[in-house]
Structures are given as structure tokens and as C-alpha cells.
């Protein structure tokens, strides 16, 4: 009797210890990220989409800095190259807290406009990928808005650009977007990426816009 005592306590306290020992680890789980299984489908294509995207500018970038005729195209692809980068490492960091699968190359559609502006040359290449720029970047703004809940209407009108070249004449860094909230953590962490990323991205759009217009009217000259 004393024995099946003893050894009924001590199957308590083991069970004890591991529902301790659970406890714990579910809360460090919390602390540093969820398992991939748990994160929303919408939020996985989100992130792989943009990580994906992201990828495919700056890849463009390095083309065009390489191939670009015009100056101020080199310096808008240097643009790139530097905030892409930025806004590509700080979702990877949510990818990577997340178990969130993060894409190894481009898609076939990044690849083949690629191989295409790579072939053309001088002004044909400028124009080429400023058009490009304006068609990746209003899409890119576009996503960005559905994860975030500020009225844009003002911040658009003070971001827009003269049709000049210039660089749209707003300080991006001062403007406060607002993201979507969301009970769910990660949700909560993407949309707030987006609300950090909206700015600088729709002051590119602004810029893309400019750049193709000033081509534009380079070559009629």
C-alpha cells in the first residue's frame, strides 16, 4: 500500500511539472511568434506577396542602375533599391517570427518583364521601366491600403507632384497612417507594416509618375 502511495504521488507531481512545463512554453510562444499553422492564409499571401514583389523591384533596380541612360532614373532606382530593402528586411523579421514561408525568387511574370526591359536600350530602357514603376507601385499602394484605416484623401492631395521631375515635396517620415486594427497579433503586426511602409511607397508612385511624364516629354523635344 505504502508503495502504490508513493508512486501515485509521484505521477502527480510529474503531471504537475508538465502542465507547468506547457504553460511556460505557451507563453514564450506568445512572446516570440506563432507557429505557420496558425497564422491566417489571407496574412501568409500577404507577406509572401510583398516579400515577393519587393524582390522583383529591387531586382529591376540593379538592372536599371546598370542599363538606365538618364540620371535621374539611376538616382529614382537607387531610391528603390535603398527603401525596398528597408521595408523587405523589416517583414522578413514578421515572416520569420511567424514560421511564415518566405518565396526563394521571383515568380515567372517578374522574370519575363525582366528579360524584357534588360533587352531594350538608351531612352527606350528609361521609359520602359519608369512605366513599369508606375504600374508596380500604384499596385503596391493599392494592397497597402486595404491593411490600413486612415482617410487618405488629405495626405494624397499634400503628396502629390507637379508633373516636374521634382521629388514630391513632402516630408514622408512626418506622416502618421494609421493601421486596420486587429485582435489577432500577427494580422495587427502586417497591417501596422503597412501603415509604416504606405508613405514612402505612394511618395514613389508620385515620383514614378513624374519621371515617366519628364521622359515623356524628352523624347517629343
Not at 508513493?6 to 504553460?23: K, S, Y
Not at 486596420?180 to 508612385?205: C, F, G, I, M
Amino acid at each position: 500500500m505504502k508503495a502504490e502511495g508513493l508512486l501515485a504521488l509521484v505521477c502527480a507531481v510529474a503531471l504537475t511539472a508538465g502542465c507547468n512545463n506547457n504553460r511556460t512554453a505557451n507563453r514564450e510562444a506568445g512572446t516570440t511568434g506563432t507557429t505557420g499553422a496558425s497564422v491566417s492564409n489571407s496574412d501568409k499571401n500577404f507577406v509572401s506577396d510583398q516579400l515577393r514583389d519587393g524582390t522583383a523591384e529591387i531586382e529591376l533596380a540593379n538592372l536599371a542602375k546598370d542599363h538606365a541612360a538618364s540620371p535621374d532614373v539611376k538616382q529614382f532606382a537607387q531610391m528603390m533599391i535603398d527603401d525596398h530593402t528597408k521595408a523587405s528586411d523589416a517583414l522578413k523579421t514578421i515572416a520569420a517570427e511567424n514560421h511564415i514561408e518566405m518565396p526563394a525568387q521571383v515568380d515567372d511574370d517578374h522574370k519575363d518583364k525582366a528579360e524584357k526591359l534588360a533587352a531594350k536600350t538608351g531612352a527606350d530602357f528609361d521609359r520602359d521601366y519608369a512605366d513599369m514603376m508606375v504600374d508596380g507601385h500604384q499596385d503596391f499602394v493599392d494592397k497597402l491600403e486595404s491593411r490600413i484605416k486612415t482617410t487618405l484623401s488629405k495626405y494624397k492631395t499634400d503628396a502629390e507632384n507637379p508633373a516636374s521631375g521634382e521629388k514630391a515635396q513632402v516630408d514622408v517620415k512626418a506622416q502618421s497612417v494609421l493601421p486596420e486594427k486587429s485582435d489577432d497579433q500577427v494580422t495587427q503586426r502586417v497591417n501596422a507594416w503597412a501603415a509604416e511602409t504606405y508613405p514612402v511607397a505612394y511618395a514613389h508612385l508620385q515620383h514614378a509618375k513624374a519621371l515617366k511624364d519628364t521622359l515623356k516629354k524628352r523624347s517629343t523635344n
